[in-house]
């Protein structure tokens, strides 16, 4: 633990956590086959100790299929700038255009 922040990884994304455990840092590499969406509910899931089925669906926070693609890879590889920010499971996620998430407790 540096500065009350610690590194460990989960479900191959380096997660940095602070001492009180109540916000997580994610990244998402939008080339890779990996949806963002299911990363968070994976993650949610463990920080809360559950599996992913007892949580409630993603669809009644946010549209998973326009946040899986919204800042996806183009023909033209024009970089899109942006975020997205919603409530989900008790929690506040911030995902970003250049993969970080944000998973904060409320």
């Not at 009180?20 to 968070?40: G, P, Q």
């Not at 920080?47 to 669809?59: H, K």
């Amino acid at each position: 633990m540096i500065n009350g922040h610690s590194d460990t990884a989960c479900m191959g994304t380096v997660i940095s956590q602070t001492a009180d455990r109540d916000t997580h840092h994610l990244h998402h590499e939008w080339t890779r086959e990996e949806s963002v969406s299911e990363k968070i509910v994976d993650a949610i899931a463990e920080y809360e100790d559950e599996d992913t089925d007892t949580l409630p669906p993603l669809e009644n926070s946010i549209n998973p299929a326009a946040l899986d693609t919204v800042f996806g890879s183009t023909s033209d590889d024009a970089c899109k700038a942006g975020c997205i920010t919603f409530s989900y499971y008790g929690y506040t996620v911030l995902v970003q255009s250049m993969g970080q998430i944000i998973i904060k407790k409320r």
